[in-house]
DNA sequence: TTCGCGGGTTGATCCTGATCAAGGCGTGGG
DNA sequence: CCCACGCCTTGATCAGGATCAACCCGCGAA
């Protein structure tokens, strides 16, 4: 908490890339996290683990997109989570794993293998409130989403999802998102309906709605242009702050 | 995470009374807490704090109910947390709350002023790691409603509320919830709509529905008895071990 | 080259839940 | 006692997304 959120660029010399874990890079630290670690790949559309399976690493995302996501019986499905490079996976502390795993795209993670980590927590508390506040960060996130989920248009979920997608790139990259500036979609047509409860004809549908109005400009399909990054934001239909300040 | 949940049965010579920060009954460990804690009261419909205030407490529910909820600028609502006894309110090392925060019915807080309560996670690691075992609970919690807002029909949803609150109240009980039992409502319509994202009609048809076709009985408005449990999980659309084993 | 397939778009129609509206019940205050 | 108000129910109608269906495009394999 008096623990600054460690970003990529001040941990550019740090072994581990990501910024997941890495709380302040003390060397010690680090030299015990790089004992553990190991890299692991997937292809585009893998499953990592299902719902109820045993899980004993965890991981932080290098490249690529992995999503949590929880299915019904009769194949309704709805994504819980959007894992993009430098986020977190997995719960230590917990063995099984409460929602189906997949490599939304080609996926390389950096594993801790579950025991030696729970065992390097107990040693650096530090490690601990550095996952609690990641913690507490998805939970935002969640209830951020599940505001979307209940109450917003479709409309406004694209809107949504296009604001909260540019602004984790931008944050990846150290800035804020940016009029003019253009971002990859990294999400089908149908990973995006899954993440927003709706079909994928509905998605496509108000993606060519925001085209035809001018709110955003397409270059093939993924490949998005927002002219004026307000526009986007007050399609939303979040108070103009957007809401949470992180 | 070695840290058993404590409950209140096993801790019911505890001075504080209800699990949420008790977390193995360490007499100095309580004497410390007990000297930070005050007790505080709330009418029903009282808020609390608004999105964005300063929040200087922590606090575990001792009677009534609280609720999150995050409201856009033309009114529409959803709650994104819903707080029962033993419940924990408030995020250590976060000052800012990022929810509106409200009395639902006559409320009593256990609270804990938010530095020293700090101060003594720092000293305490037992607690640092309950608060994020019970941090991981509401997450996982978050993304189960994240299904229930995103993929379940209108009679889905009901069911899945009334499970939730039946396992909730009975989880406080220690039992499982019991075909036959009745249980209280906490909620009224309007609030079970925010919870769902529906609006109060259509939560109000729904639940004569479930009443209809013997899901569920009522005496009065708020008093529900459910014949056959299986009954109404198989209504939740949930596979049958019923979401998370908890 | 052709075919099949994954991903995407668009149209026509249907249906669930929202919206608008009226009224019932119980309770507390004047 | 009556009224007002909060909470809830029910009805009629509307509309936003779901569903069903056809088709496009680009690409890799045969």
Redesign the pocket.
Known sequence: MNQPIVDLKSCSNCPIRHRAVCAKCDTDELKQLEEIKYYRSYQ??QPLVWAGDQMDFVASVVTGIATLSQTMEDG?TQMVGLLLPSDFLGRPGRAIAPYDVTANSDLTLCCFRRKPFEAMMEKTPRIGNRLLEMTLDELDAARQWMLILGR??????IASLLTIIAQREAALRQTAPKSGASFE?P???????DYL????????????AL??DHVIE?HG??QIMVPDFEVLMAETGDDADGGLPV
Chains 1, 2 share one sequence.
């Open positions: 585009a559309g309704r917003k248009t479709a409309r406004e979920k979609l999400l089908t047509r149908e990973s995006m309906a409860g709706l079909t994928l004809e509905t998605v496509s549908r108000q993606v060519s085209k035809r397409l399909k993924r």
